[in-house]
């Protein structure tokens, strides 16, 4: 059976907390050659400003291609530019209900949903927490649809030191999703259980 190789992939970043996700996910697809193309929030921006400490220019220099939420005519916008597929990361409850609800009001929503339209891979990154009925009713209708639901939930096994391990963690299960070889982490072994 032959893996596909992964060549160009949408890149959605909402106003979540956790732009540092979005950052390094950004530097190893570009370590690894991949065609990305990426869209920031608005409120994503202030976000990556805050947290990274990074303008837009400086955040948006880590993909091939850029663009604004509200270029609704951009390339993305039709299912006949095709993509291996998109990540959200990190993923805003506010549109993770959008894309649940089919409601395409900026070029992040109206590409998700040409990215399930098309039946090709949405992985969406959620960070928030706690989570109420409703986040989780949306997780579960867009689950049930082939959304794939990866929160920002790290793990310790591994024994992390440093932030960055953390983050490196999530990112390996991203490309794990996609068939992306990489070393970001150390996988689960014997080595780690008590027996």
């Known amino acids: 059976m032959s893996v596909k190789r992964i060549e ?3 890149v959605g970043v909402t106003g979540a907390s ?11 697809l570009n370590e690894k050659n991949i065609e990305t193309h990426i869209i920031v929030s608005k409120t ?17 220099k880590l993909g091939r291609y850029s663009y604004r939420e509200d270029e609704v005519d951009a390339p993305l916008s039709s299912g006949s530019f095709k993509t291996d597929g998109m990540i959200i990361i990190p993923c805003s409850l506010k549109t993770l209900a959008g894309i649940a609800c089919g409601y395409t009001d900026n070029l992040i929503l109206r590409a998700a ?19 109420n009925a409703i986040h989780l009713h949306n997780m579960l209708k867009l689950a049930r649809i082939g959304v794939i639901i990866l929160p920002a939930m790290p793990a310790f096994y591994h024994k992390p ?10 990112v390996g299960k991203i490309l794990d999703l996609l068939g992306i070889e990489h070393q970001l982490f150390k996988r689960w072994s014997r080595q780690f259980s008590e027996y």
């Open 8 to 10: 160009r992939l949408v």
């Open 18 to 28: 956790g732009a540092v996700y979005a950052k390094r996910l950004l530097e190893v």
């Open 44 to 60: 994503a921006e202030k976000i990556i400003n805050h947290e990274l400490e990074m303008s837009r220019v400086e955040f948006e």
């Open 113 to 131: 949903d040409v990215t399930l339209k098309e039946k090709r891979t949405l992985i969406l990154v959620p960070r928030e927490t706690p989570l």
């Open 161 to 170: 030191k440093k932030i960055e391990e953390l983050v490196d963690f999530i």
